[in-house]
């Protein structure tokens, strides 16, 4: 496929509203997502992080679509417009599965751009049967060994909160509380997307309790840790690892130890953002993964 050049005329169809999609996970569950861009743009599939949504990614998206690429936004199993797993099984087993199939249903290589579980899952996937199809990474703000303390702050921030919000005021305090380098938006409507309001009167996070059930061990930690080392030596494709200045889920050292597995890394920093880089400093971000997909997916026919 052959990304259109950055000047060149485009519908506004192929990028000003995404089109919604579904497919079928593993164990038949239904997950959501939209295309932006041509059908015949290079293509990156975007895999958010714990507890977000597809929504997270919609400027990438669109940046994408302006220059003649293909994006696939997705809807993580458990999140957003996706369905619950009724097993409850949000290992990286089924996470890689569910990528893998969309790759397999879809015929086409891509580039894999992934936010913290995002990352984490496209990592695992190259090394399953079927990651073949993943032509490059682009990890974000995650790395194999993760700061422990950065990493627990997120889980907490995410196993907070199980009783909901009275209204979207709290829970856009709760963010201003976990996320301090950002301003706080004056109006919490953007939460909408994230939330949903019950019965009760109260906003919950939409997703899955589940994927929180049950406390993560050190030896959890170590094993995940293990595992994706492991996956990171075998990796041939192009990866690119985005930073946050302000992360403290991934460290300098953090950065280096995931080079010695992977020499041929790229990588870029984002000043002024920290582990939700995506969105903290979003033309930048767009930017180096527009470049990253170019590079390595430009002249690929479609």
């Given at each position: 496929?052959?990304?259109?050049?950055?000047?060149?005329?485009?519908?506004?169809?192929?990028?000003?509203?995404?089109?919604?999609?579904?497919?079928?996970?593993?164990?038949?569950?239904?997950?959501?997502?939209?295309?932006?861009?041509?059908?015949?743009?290079?293509?990156?599939?975007?895999?958010?992080?714990?507890?977000?949504?597809?929504?997270?990614?919609?400027?990438?998206?669109?940046?994408?679509?302006?220059?003649?690429?293909?994006?696939?936004?997705?809807?993580?199993?458990?999140?957003?417009?996706?369905?619950?797993?009724?097993?409850?099984?949000?290992?990286?087993?089924?996470?890689?599965?569910d990528?893998?199939?969309?790759?397999?249903?879809?015929?086409?290589?891509?580039?894999?751009?992934?936010?913290?579980?995002?990352?984490?899952?496209?990592?695992?996937?190259?090394?399953?049967?079927?990651?073949?199809?993943?032509?490059?990474?682009?990890?974000?703000?995650?790395?194999?060994?993760?700061?422990?303390?950065?990493?627990?702050?997120?889980?907490?921030?995410?196993?907070?909160?199980?009783?909901?919000?009275?209204?979207?005021?709290?829970?856009?305090?709760?963010?201003?509380?976990?996320?301090?380098?950002?301003?706080?938006?004056?109006?919490?409507?953007?939460?909408?997307?994230?939330l949903?309001?019950?019965?009760?009167?109260?906003?919950?996070?939409?997703?899955?309790?589940?994927?929180?059930?049950?406390?993560?061990?050190?030896?959890?930690?170590?094993?995940?840790?293990?595992?994706m080392?492991?996956?990171?030596?075998?990796?041939?494709v192009?990866?690119?690892?985005?930073?946050?200045?302000?992360?403290?889920?991934?460290?300098?050292?953090?950065?280096?130890?995931?080079?010695?597995?992977?020499p041929?890394?790229?990588?870029?920093?984002?000043?002024?953002?920290?582990?939700?880089?995506?969105?903290?400093?979003?033309?930048a971000?767009?930017?180096?993964?527009?470049?990253?997909?170019?590079?390595?997916?430009?002249?690929?026919?479609?």
């Amino acid at each position: 496929m052959r990304a259109a050049a950055p000047d060149a005329a485009l519908d506004d169809a192929d990028f000003t509203e995404p089109r919604p999609v579904r497919f079928r996970g593993q164990g038949g569950i239904t997950l959501a997502g939209e295309f932006w861009g041509p059908e015949d743009g290079a293509l990156a599939v975007f895999l958010h992080g714990g507890g977000q949504t597809r929504h997270s990614w919609k400027d990438s998206g669109a940046a994408l679509a302006k220059v003649g690429m293909r994006a696939l936004l997705l809807d993580a199993r458990g999140h957003g417009e996706s369905d619950w797993a009724p097993d409850g099984d949000y290992g990286r087993e089924a996470m890689s599965a569910d990528l893998l199939g969309i790759l397999a249903e879809l015929g086409r290589s891509a580039v894999v751009v992934g936010a913290s579980m995002g990352g984490l899952t496209s990592l695992y996937a190259t090394c399953r049967p079927g990651g073949e199809r993943i032509a490059g990474l682009v990890m974000v703000d995650v790395v194999p060994r993760p700061e422990e303390k950065g990493v627990a702050r997120v889980l907490n921030f995410l196993s907070g909160h199980q009783d909901g919000f009275a209204s979207l005021e709290a829970a856009a305090d709760a963010v201003a509380e976990y996320l301090p380098h950002r301003t706080r938006p004056h109006n919490p409507d953007g939460l909408r997307r994230n939330l949903r309001l019950r019965e009760d009167g109260r906003w919950y996070w939409h997703w899955d309790p589940a994927m929180m059930a049950g406390d993560i061990t050190e030896e959890d930690f170590e094993n995940q840790t293990v595992a994706m080392e492991q996956a990171a030596r075998e990796l041939t494709v192009p990866v690119l690892l985005v930073r946050g200045r302000l992360s403290d889920v991934v460290s300098r050292q953090g950065v280096e130890d995931f080079r010695a597995l992977v020499p041929h890394m790229e990588y870029v920093e984002i000043q002024g953002a920290a582990h939700t880089a995506a969105s903290d400093v979003n033309d930048a971000f767009s930017d180096a993964v527009v470049d990253f997909v170019r590079a390595h997916l430009g002249d690929q026919p479609g």
